[in-house]
């Protein structure tokens, strides 16, 4: 487990992968984050997750967490580029390949 801060820490941020928008906000301690689904089919699902992350190379990072009904998440997200790259497999075993921009909503940068 990764025991450096999240730099996104206490940020929040949007992505839309075109049929889904969605809000991510990171916990002041880097372990959790609190996601919202805002538009598209699953919209009104929101939750608090432990993540885990790690840098990469180029300064993108792969965020993973699994959701209480078993889903599985990954995030490819490039804060300063503003871009994500997710994919997750539902509880009931579909598997999804979303890509979209992702850009902050507290004003900050990347």
Do not use: K
């Given at each position: 487990?990764?025991?450096?801060l999240?730099?996104m820490?206490g940020?929040?941020?949007?992505?839309?992968?075109?049929?889904?928008?969605?809000?991510?906000?990171?916990?002041?301690?880097?372990?959790?984050?609190?996601?919202?689904?805002?538009?598209?089919?699953?919209?009104?699902?929101?939750?608090?997750?432990?993540?885990?992350?790690?840098?990469?190379?180029?300064?993108?990072?792969?965020?993973?967490?699994?959701?209480?009904?078993?889903?599985?998440?990954?995030?490819?997200?490039?804060?300063?580029?503003?871009?994500?790259?997710?994919?997750?497999?539902?509880?009931?075993?579909?598997?999804?390949?979303?890509?979209?921009?992702?850009?902050?909503?507290?004003?900050?940068?990347?």
């Amino acid at each position: 487990m990764n025991t450096t801060l999240f730099p996104m820490a206490g940020r929040r941020f949007e992505v839309d992968y075109g049929g889904l928008v969605a809000e991510n906000a990171y916990a002041e301690d880097g372990r959790s984050l609190t996601y919202a689904i805002t538009s598209g089919a699953l919209a009104g699902n929101t939750a608090t997750v432990s993540f885990e992350w790690r840098r990469l190379e180029g300064g993108a990072f792969a965020i993973s967490w699994q959701e209480a009904d078993g889903a599985t998440v990954v995030h490819i997200d490039d804060f300063d580029a503003g871009r994500s790259l997710a994919f997750f497999t539902t509880a009931d075993r579909q598997f999804h390949r979303l890509e979209g921009p992702l850009h902050p909503l507290d004003g900050g940068q990347g």
